[in-house]
């Protein structure tokens, strides 16, 4: 979160943050709050240093009638004192809660607007080695559409065809929504995971197998909680399914101090991802592009505070490689603001190209959340001088699985209807080179 330091004394470009993300955050009431709290608080650590300062008196007084007066001039006050901290208390109480819902401030690169403001920063072809960096950024508005002739099935009749996915089954059993993957699609699902975690690993991110129900605390602490519960599922314990493992590996060092030598600290985790989508009917919501749950491959990235938008070019990169491994098309976006999510300062879209839907699947979002997580999470270190200040956070999809999959589906289709196997995942499936249909 912000802190009040921060609102009180940069106000104006907090109200315009708040404005240019196309949201709501209730700053004014934290400023009138505040403006209540300031003088209550100097108030409070007044009459403190005077019952401080008493007590050395009452305590070096030789004269007992002189100690009893004093005693009674401090008995005199403490009730008075009581009601001023408990007041104190309850202002402390409100205005962090009214905190958690104010969204972090933003980069000076980052394109103003909504969803159509968006620029295109990068395009790749992994087939053939291609990249171009766009400069200066193109919004997606004016991005020209790609004239796609190749005669190529979408990915959910692909996957029936081949008997890799199941729609009916899986409905059968739990609704819409939910995908069951069969035989070699279940297959190369797996070894996409264990192939990506492998990849992360050699470029030094320590594997994590997180849990997948975490508390409030937890989702609090990475921005979910309060103003995002709808998109979620909690169980009745009191738990929550994770909506993406950056929630249980950010808070792994929650109430912590790091030593500066420990820094910087990378993780990759898996874990299944569970959310409360809300869907219409229509192309954007068919095959596996967007269900209540998902398999994931994350990074999350603790650093110092001077090495985060140089730790966000890296993490962007780890991201790309993959990609470029893979020989898949793609292209990277750089959010406008009302697009990005409730703690990033800047978020890096990763989309590849699915020749089958016509279109552009986002399979991974890279954010620098500077030490707006940290503060929620209490998430600190100690500098080589000695002093405590809060981490960085990090963290981008390495990838998304359901897009991931649907793309190589449709990028690899050949024209006899099979697929061939991308080559880095061959050792993963015992060699094995194509998906032949059922």
Not at 92 to 106: G, I, M, W, Y
Not at 227 to 251: C, H, Q, S, Y
Not at 425 to 433: A, N, V
Request: charged share 30%.
């Amino acid at each position: 979160m912000l802190s009040l330091q921060t609102i009180r004394e940069h106000t104006d470009e907090v109200r315009n943050a708040v404005n240019q993300r196309h949201t709501e955050a209730p700053i004014e009431q934290i400023i009138e709050l505040d403006a209540e709290r300031s003088p209550l608080l100097t108030e409070v650590e007044t009459m403190r240093a005077d019952r401080n300062r008493a007590g050395k008196l009452i305590g070096a007084a030789k004269d007992s009638a002189e100690r009893q007066r004093l005693i009674d001039e401090q008995r005199s006050v403490a009730s008075k004192l009581d009601d001023l901290e408990k007041r104190l208390t309850d202002l402390d109480s409100a205005l962090n809660k009214l905190l958690l819902e104010v969204p972090n401030l933003f980069h000076e690169d980052v394109p103003l607007g909504v969803e159509e403001n968006s620029t295109v920063v990068l395009i790749g072809n992994g087939a053939t080695g291609e990249e171009q960096r766009i400069d200066p950024p193109v919004p997606i508005s004016e991005w020209p559409a790609i004239e796609d002739t190749a005669s190529v099935k979408p990915h959910w009749d692909l996957g029936e065809t081949l008997g890799i996915i199941d729609f009916k089954r899986s409905a059968k059993l739990s609704g819409a929504h939910l995908p069951m993957l069969l035989g070699d699609g279940a297959r190369l699902q797996r070894a996409l995971i264990s192939w990506m975690l492998d990849q992360h690993r050699k470029r030094g991110y320590q594997e994590v197998y997180p849990p997948a129900m975490v508390t409030r605390d937890a989702l609090v602490g990475t921005g979910q909680l309060p103003k995002f519960a709808d998109t979620m599922f909690e169980t009745t314990n009191g738990r929550w399914l994770i909506p993406t493992a950056e929630v249980p590996v950010t808070n792994m060092y929650r109430d912590e101090i790091l030593e500066s030598s420990d820094l910087p600290i990378h993780h990759a985790a898996y874990s299944p991802c569970f959310r409360n989508e809300q869907f219409s009917a229509g192309s954007s919501s068919r095959g596996v592009k967007r269900l209540y749950q998902f398999d994931k491959v994350e990074m999350v990235r603790f650093e110092r505070p001077d090495d985060s938008w140089e730790a966000l070019d890296q993490l962007l990169d780890d991201a790309l490689k993959l990609l470029r491994e893979l020989k898949l098309s793609y292209r990277v976006l750089r959010l406008a603001t009302g697009d990005l999510t409730f703690a990033s300062a800047m978020t890096y879209d990763i989309e590849t190209w699915a020749p089958g839907d016509q279109e552009w699947l986002e399979v991974s979002s890279v954010s620098n959340f500077l030490d707006f997580q940290a503060r929620r999470a209490n998430l600190r270190f100690r500098t080589e001088d000695g002093d405590i200040e809060y981490l960085h956070t990090l963290n981008g999809s390495g990838f998304a699985l359901p897009r991931l999959l649907a793309t190589i589906l449709e990028q690899y289709q050949l024209n006899d209807g099979s697929v061939e196997v991308p080559l880095p995942l061959r050792p993963y499936l015992g060699g094995q080179e194509r998906i032949d249909p059922a």
